[in-house]
């Protein structure tokens, strides 16, 4: 799936499909402002960490209105939509699905009426007891007669958004959101960002462990949360400070209060400053590019190359990480691949013939630049393999004499259930192979990683406040059995052995649920993927 930022990395081959990301979330309280269009630009931000579908929720004070559809925030709005999204708070998605289907009924914001008004959500994250949240669901709709659970969305955030409200006292007294919050947030367990809203305050939460990122940014009129600090920059925000794991914020007329419902465990997501985030985006204090370019620095000292002529990037966030091994090796940089800068969603399937050119039809190299070089060519990561593989071919046929590839993270061996979609652990190259192995499955000349204390090292933040799992499957939280995980998770049915676009099979029979959705196991390797070494 294209970045929205331009990232090609991972995009580079027709039909495959790299890391891809969580989501992006948004969310402003600004009387006077116009706060669907301020909200369309935080997106337009964020574009990078979900390109599936977009929606934006705004209140006026007595109702919320939703306007969501699938595809890219450029293509969902226009001046028409944003101008009848009227009001003074609103809350905005970008989404890269994570748990359920890329339908249109699983586009965020959620909606839910609620017994003060109504309540829309959004989520960036994933979380892993969806079943128990199902449950309480269906408990909760039984005992008050509501019909929370009879939607047709069938991802995690639908599941929290209903149980936020659908909360009442010991007496039946329907609970307001801010209410409900303390006792909702408490259960759910994952990685969370949300940002949401009742027709009067704007709410954000982050999960105690805080791994996907969320700040809190201030204007002129009001105030912003939003996943990154570019988003706050684009709508002209001052960033003030990181929401904080297990933290609460709710702002509306009478400003900002913070509760706190769990305890900080602080274990960020180093894939953010890998590759998630934007290079001009600042996490826990730490600027992302910086943290790139570190990182490539450390990558030529774990893994000269002394013999090379010149270091190039796979463009374009492999480039930071190639900088710094220029930098430190003392080989100089420079250009060898040029990218098509207008390849963007395409909804048009490449003819045989186009697909078999391959990453051509995004990047061609410079032969006048390579011909007869000793390349080192630098990625932030691999996944699959397949497209450092067409990489490696294309500039062997270009003319380049050697080709050593580097690589700015670690291998990545295990699945990831915090909201990064990679492929299953069946998929994965490095899960079963050595790094000669892979460095002779793509054709290279050599290859090495960067260690994960070079990696770490490279964020300036502590080892033990970081989430590696993807590389070393130290997970951040206990996670149940994995039967219970999966993309699909809450789909009713698939068809069989149908690909669902996560590399996921869809094999497994549906499972009706309690509160009537049916459910689905992990697909191939999933099941197995916390059993094996």
């Not at 039909?15 to 706060?35: I, M, N, Y």
């Not at 929606?55 to 009848?84: C, H, P, R, W, Y």
């Not at 669901?137 to 009879?150: D, I, K």
């Not at 892979?438 to 050599?446: F, P, R, T, V």
């Amino acid at each position: 799936m294209p970045r929205g930022d331009g990232r090609l990395s991972h995009d580079l081959l027709p039909a495959e499909k790299g890391p891809q990301d969580a989501c992006g979330v948004f969310g402003v309280w600004a009387p006077g402002e116009e706060v669907a269009k301020l909200t369309y630009f935080g997106l337009y931000a964020l574009q990078h960490r979900g390109q599936e579908s977009a929606g934006i929720a705004v209140s006026n004070g007595s109702q919320i209105l939703v306007f969501k559809d699938m595809g890219l925030v450029s293509q969902v709005f226009d001046e028409t939509s944003l101008g009848s999204l009227r009001g003074h708070i609103a809350v905005g998605h970008a989404r890269y699905s994570t748990t359920g289907a890329s339908v249109w009924e699983n586009a965020q914001p959620t909606f839910r009426a609620t017994g003060h008004g109504s309540i829309a959500l959004g989520h960036n994250g994933n979380l892993v007891n969806t079943v128990e949240l199902a449950g309480l669901v269906a408990e909760q709709s039984s005992e008050n007669g509501s019909r929370a659970t009879r939607v047709a969305a069938t991802n995690d955030t639908d599941l929290v958004t209903a149980l936020l409200a659908g909360q009442t006292d010991e007496d039946g007294t329907p609970l307001t959101v801010e209410q409900a919050a303390p006792v909702v947030l408490p259960l759910v367990r994952g990685a969370f960002s949300f940002v949401f809203m009742d027709e009067h305050t704007l709410y954000a939460a982050r999960d105690a462990q805080g791994v996907r990122p969320l700040v809190l940014g201030r204007l002129e009129r009001g105030w912003v949360v939003a996943s990154e600090t570019s988003a706050l920059d684009i709508v002209g925000a001052s960033f003030i400070r990181e929401v904080e794991p297990g933290e609460m914020i709710a702002i509306d007329e009478d400003g900002l209060r913070s509760t706190r419902f769990a305890e900080a465990k602080p274990k960020g997501c180093v894939f953010e400053y890998v590759y998630l985030a934007r290079p001009d985006t600042d996490i826990a204090g730490r600027n992302v590019y910086l943290s790139r370019v570190e990182m490539g620095r450390k990558l030529a000292a774990e893994a000269p190359a002394p013999d090379a002529d010149l270091v190039i990037a796979t463009p374009e966030s492999g480039t930071p990480a190639a900088i710094g091994y220029a930098e430190a090796s003392g080989i100089p940089y420079g250009s060898g691949l040029v990218k098509n800068s207008y390849v963007g969603r395409t909804f048009i399937q490449p003819s045989q013939t186009i697909r078999q050119l391959g990453i051509r039809l995004k990047l061609n190299p410079l032969k006048e630049v390579i011909s007869g070089k000793r390349l080192v060519v630098v990625d932030d990561s691999i996944v699959r393999g397949n497209t450092q593989r067409a990489l490696v071919r294309m500039l062997r046929e270009a003319g380049a004499a050697e080709v050593h590839v580097r690589i700015s993270s670690p291998p990545i061996k295990w699945p990831c259930f915090f909201g990064i979609d990679f492929a299953n652990r069946a998929e994965l190259i490095a899960n079963g192979l050595t790094v000669e192995e892979i460095g002779k499955s793509l054709g290279a000349d050599s290859l090495a990683y960067i260690s994960i204390d070079g990696m770490t090292d490279a964020t300036t933040i502590p080892k033990s406040q970081l989430c590696r799992a993807c590389f070393d499957g130290e997970y951040p939280m206990p996670l149940p059995d994995p039967e219970l995980l999966g993309k699909h998770l809450r789909e009713p049915q698939a068809a069989p052995g149908a690909e669902a676009g996560n590399g996921h099979s869809t094999e497994q029979p549906s499972v009706p649920d309690v509160d009537g959705v049916g459910t689905l196991t992990a697909g191939v390797g999933g099941t197995d993927a916390l059993r094996r070494p």
